[in-house]
């Protein structure tokens, strides 16, 4: 089990900066305690000290494998209603990631994945739903972590010990004042977000290369409203992001998208994924590994198949690929485009029990056999911003 002094300044900044814990607060923490509960205690005694009342609802890969080696269909489907209350009722939701081994949903059936996704769609929707108030009555904040773990290290290629560097270095908290720093990434990152808010559309272009016909994508963003994540919904953060505006309100999205890194969901790994969007909608899905798992999740219900995110990484802390959404998805120099469920805050509110982000490199890279591979460029409304994984504008991110 992890020990280390940097988990108390983790969920100082979790309670104090990431959620605005305050007096008489509801919290609901959620994760696996029996592998993290050193985060969980420290979290649970944070939201204590801010005079607020912790509640602690344990997640478990041995109860989730259970579920979908016993339950019978209407049982996966099911939604259960006490954690529908919890979901309706918590003012903050603190969620950490604690994988005891992240295969462990590798070899079950994807149509019993897809049913039980289904069965947290309604928690998924209430959600979304009261994550648009935030502050305001009703509203709800949330952040999720990751506690690094043996499981999560070794998918990453490092020790435990590297790992968890790793990760708490993504979160600045190696800094003497992480809150300050956090709020000083808000401040650049709203120049991008505030600038791209009057934009109609985006081109995202690759050349192409290595044997695939690089990426060549248009999102209309026209009614979009723009994300600034600066480590208030997950920790460590580091992207914006918006919401593609779908028939009948846009266009949607159009042309396609071949993904770089592997993409990651419920512990399956699908390698090189290319997805061909019209209208906002995936119409041809294909991958060279997964690819049964990839179209089962895209044909779980409606809503699967639609775009409901794009999403620029901004957090150069984090250079390498690690298997893990939370962290790939920021990658200073990528884009990420989620098919499934969209935030309504974003001005997408594409409902489905899917969100998945898969993640496209932009910068140029160089194999081992010492070829230059291309990078990509972002441009909005046909004027570049973006160019081979770094912002143009010398006061955005990453400059």
């Not at 480590?231 to 992001?241: A, K, L, R, T, V």
């Not at 890194?261 to 390698?271: I, K, M, R």
Request: with cysteine; hydrophobic share 35%.
């Amino acid at each position: 089990m992890l020990t280390d002094p940097r988990i108390e300044r983790l969920a100082d900044v979790l309670v104090r900066y990431s959620t605005r814990v305050k007096k008489g607060d509801l919290v609901t923490i959620t994760g696996d305690i029996a592998v993290a509960s050193p985060l969980c205690n420290a979290i649970y005694a944070a939201v204590l000290r801010a005079g607020a009342h912790p509640f602690v609802y344990p997640r478990s890969e041995d109860h989730h494998e259970l579920q979908l080696t016993h339950a019978s269909d209407e049982q996966l489907t099911h939604t259960n209603p006490i954690l529908q209350h919890i979901y309706n009722t918590a003012d903050v939701q603190i969620s950490f990631w604690a994988e005891q081994n992240t295969k462990y949903l590798s070899k079950f059936d994807p149509r019993r994945v897809a049913l039980a996704q289904q069965g947290r769609k309604p928690l998924m929707l209430t959600f979304m739903k009261r994550e648009v108030l935030g502050d305001a009555p009703g509203g709800l904040r949330w952040v999720g972590t990751q506690y690094p773990t043996n499981a999560a290290a070794q998918d990453a290629e490092m020790s435990l010990t590297q790992y968890a560097d790793f990760v708490f270095r993504a979160g600045l908290l190696h800094l003497p004042d992480p809150v300050a720093a956090w709020q000083q990434i808000h401040t650049t990152q709203q120049r991008a977000c505030d600038w791209l808010q009057s934009k109609k559309s985006l081109h995202f272009f690759v050349p192409p290369h290595d044997n695939h016909d690089g990426t060549d994508l248009r999102v209309d963003v026209s009614k979009g409203i723009w994300e600034n994540c600066s480590g208030q919904s997950n920790f460590p953060d580091g992207e914006i992001f918006c919401g593609p505006t779908l028939p009948p309100d846009g266009l949607g999205a159009d042309g396609h998208v071949n993904y770089t890194f592997p993409a990651v969901y419920q512990g399956h790994e699908v390698h090189r994924v290319r997805l061909k969007f019209k209208a906002g909608r995936v119409v041809d899905a294909s991958a060279s590994k997964g690819e049964d798992f990839l179209i089962k999740m895209l044909d779980q219900d409606q809503g699967a198949r639609n775009m409901g995110e794009i999403a620029i990484g901004t957090n150069y802390a984090i250079s390498d690929f690690t298997k893990n959404t939370l962290f790939d998805e920021k990658i200073g120099g990528t884009f990420h485009a989620a098919v499934g469920a969209g935030y309504p805050k974003t001005g997408n509110a594409n409902e489905s029990g899917l969100h998945w982000d898969m993640v496209c490199d932009l910068r140029q890279h160089t194999t081992k056999e010492g070829k230059p591979l291309p990078g990509g460029t972002i441009s909005a409304d046909n004027e570049p911003f973006h160019k081979n994984g770094r912002f143009l504008p010398k006061d955005w991110p990453g400059n």
